[in-house]
């Protein structure tokens, strides 16, 4: 079956500790995005792929980075800069510009 | 800059309508609606591009008035199942490639038995 896979679903992390979050397509979309959900917001975006070995900040970049060395996966990883890293994070991706994007099942991310 | 998104939340009994509003103070080049579960992933709604068209999906349909820069979302006849929280996201047009979707707030649905 094809869809976007996130791992873990929950993941803690000591404070100052910089986490790798796992996002993997085998829809073999071109763009690849991941955004931050806090309780009782929207989905903001913090970077975008649209093709590998390239990527673009989001709105809310800052102590975040990302890689896109394949075209199915696009990790992120959360440093120990982002000030309030506590957050549901979802991946997604996109057959194209404008099209629907699907999302994969997310990461809950507590920092203690 | 955030489209916004009213009503903040809405109770409906089953089988009653409502309307959910998506504003944009940009121009706009789509719309996309998801519905969100509680703890789960959004799903894909539909997806209106600038031309003032209207999609429907079963008893959701939706509209988008580009020159208000403006979208609203049906739901008829609710049922249990539409509830959840509805996110418009917004797309800027743009000659220079994909542009990213801005998404509102979102709007939480309860329907009650």
Redesign the interface.
């Known amino acids: 079956d094809g869809g976007i896979t996130q791992s873990p679903k929950y993941l803690f992390r000591k404070e100052g500790q910089n986490v790798t979050l796992s996002c993997e397509q085998n829809l073999n979309h071109d763009?690849m995005?991941w955004?931050r959900q806090d309780p009782?917001?929207?989905?903001?975006?913090i970077y975008?792929s649209?093709i590998v070995n390239d990527f673009?900040k989001?709105?809310i970049a800052e102590g975040y980075s990302v890689s896109r060395e394949k075209k199915e996966s696009f990790p992120l990883t959360v440093t120990s800069a982002q000030k309030n890293p506590t957050a549901f994070y979802?991946c997604a991706s996109s057959i194209?510009?404008?099209?629907?994007?699907?999302?994969?099942?997310?990461t809950r991310l507590t920092v203690l | 800059q955030?489209p916004v998104q009213s009503p903040q939340a809405v109770i409906l009994r089953e089988g009653e309508d409502a309307v959910i509003n998506c504003s944009s103070s940009k121009a706009l080049?789509?719309v996309?609606w998801y519905r969100q579960k509680h703890g789960?992933?959004?799903?894909?709604l539909m997806?209106l591009?600038k031309g003032g068209e209207q999609k429907g999906h079963e008893k959701i349909s939706a509209s988008f008035n580009e020159k208000k820069q403006q979208s609203s979302l049906y739901l008829t006849a609710s049922q249990l199942s539409y509830s959840g929280t509805y996110?418009c996201?917004t797309?800027a047009p743009s000659n220079f490639?994909?542009?990213?979707?801005?998404?509102?707030?979102?709007t939480r649905l309860t329907i009650i038995p």
């Not at chain 1, 194209?96 to 997310?106: K, V």
């Not at chain 2, 789960?40 to 894909?44: D, K, M």
């Not at chain 2, 490639?97 to 979102?106: M, Q």
């Open positions: 763009a995005y955004y009782g917001q929207g989905l903001r975006l975008y649209q673009q989001g709105d979802l194209m510009r404008h099209n629907e994007q699907f999302f994969g099942p997310g | 955030q080049y789509s996309h789960e992933a959004p799903v894909f997806i591009l996110f996201g797309q490639g994909n542009e990213k979707l801005t998404f509102g707030t979102g």
